[in-house]
């Protein structure tokens, strides 16, 4: 029992020994570590995003010109048709008869101003013999003047029947993607009929947009030492989200302001190739873009300008505005206001409120508060952070 009472005793010894040291580690924790970025200057493309509408730059309405049965559709509901090709066929015999019979009343003209032509030659030549007399001249002459006059109206008539003969064939007046047929093969069809199809020209395409006066105001003094116009590229943004491939430039701004928005309509112009996958699938072939179809807009600098950036996930709101914390001296904590500029859902544009080369914290906010210190260190670089740069800077290029 001795023996048992003395082993208890020095592990009881050895655990007061062992559990001092531990209490007082635990209790004398550090400052909390955060996560800084430095401020940099980097170069920023220039965005402004608008609400835009595209637009086909050609728009035809085909309608019938002559009153005459639909006999033949030549071509596809929703595919692209070219220039010249054979849409519509109407009934041809009537316009043919009535061609035939102009051209025959053409020749009987002719052969009569001919026999004109011989008469007053005759009375001419005879004039000057004792059996001539001017009074017939003067009927022959009139009477050939009558016929070439007959002729001429003869000749015309003609020629409508052949331009009528022709309206008879309707083909597409431009390159483009064609519509529903509004009319059948079978049922008559007028100038009264309105419009039998439509027509819309596919590559290029306009993007239509308004601006706000002040909005146009602002653009015009950002680029105006750059270039004007000429420094700003068109990008669009799909329904769906996804930026459209292409750029295009903007060609047209309007001469007058809406006076119930206060704004302008700016245009733009821009590539709407054919979508690789649909040049040989089928003859309605795809393209991106669509007229009538809703955008968004983006006007880009084509040359980036420096500017002071830090990631936006840094830069927190409340009802005062903007703000980021800043590791000062002391490594304490300093809530600075900034005033934001263009920005990114990545990048968020300093105006002011920022030097170049401060900390700023990045991971760790919750724990950050004015005045604590802290203990800083440089923030993880986000995901795919090196594919983004290359894309950025392909994009620019």
């Known amino acids: 029992m001795r023996r048992l009472r003395n082993a208890l005793i020095v592990t009881l010894g050895l655990a007061g020994g062992l559990a001092g040291p531990a209490a007082a580690q635990f209790g004398a924790a550090g400052p909390p570590a955060v996560g800084v970025v430095r401020v940099e200057r980097q170069p920023v493309t220039e965005t402004s995003e608008f609400v835009g509408r595209i637009q086909a730059t050609d728009r035809v309405n085909l309608v019938a010109r002559v009153t005459a049965f639909l006999e033949e559709i030549h071509f596809t509901e929703g595919a692209e048709v070219k220039k010249g090709a054979l849409l519509y066929r109407l009934e041809q015999p009537p316009f043919q008869a009535d061609l035939q019979a102009k051209a025959a009343t053409v020749q009987q003209m002719q052969a009569q101003l001919q026999n004109a032509e011989i008469t007053l030659h005759r009375a001419e030549t005879l004039l000057h013999t004792p059996a001539g007399q001017q009074s017939t001249v003067d009927d022959a002459r009139a009477n050939e003047l009558s016929y070439q006059a007959q002729m001429m109206q003869a000749q015309a008539n003609l020629r409508v029947s052949q331009i009528n003969l022709g309206y008879t064939e309707i083909r597409a007046p431009i390159d483009g993607k064609i519509g529903r047929t509004a009319v059948t093969i079978g049922n008559v069809v007028s100038p009264s009929s309105g419009t039998l199809t439509t027509i819309v020209s596919q590559d290029p395409m306009y993007v239509v947009f308004p601006v706000s006066v002040r909005e146009a105001i602002d653009l015009r003094q950002r680029y ?50 054919l979508l690789a996958a649909e040049k040989e699938a089928s003859v309605v072939a795809a393209r991106e873009l669509t007229d009538g179809e809703f955008v968004s807009v983006l006007l880009e600098g084509i040359n980036p300008v420096e500017a002071l950036t ?24 300093e809530q600075r206001r900034v005033q934001l500029g263009q920005s990114s859902p990545t990048t968020a544009v300093v105006m002011s409120g920022l030097s170049p080369g401060e900390m700023v914290v990045l991971e760790g906010l919750q724990r950050a508060r004015p005045g604590l210190v802290v203990a800083p260190g440089p923030a993880s670089p986000p995901p795919n952070a090196h594919a983004a740069a290359g894309g950025a800077g392909a994009k620019q290029d």
């Open 224 to 273: 105006r030492d750059k270039g004007g116009l000429d420094a700003v590229l068109i990008r669009v943004r799909l329904p769906d989200g996804r930026l459209y491939g292409q750029a295009g430039k903007v060609d047209f701004v309007d001469n007058t302001i809406s006076a119930n928005t206060d704004t302008i309509i700016l245009r733009g112009v821009i590539a709407n190739p």
């Open 310 to 333: 830090v990631p936006r996930a840094a830069v927190l709101s409340d009802q005062t505005g903007d703000y980021v914390y800043v590791v000062g001296a002391g490594n304490k904590i």
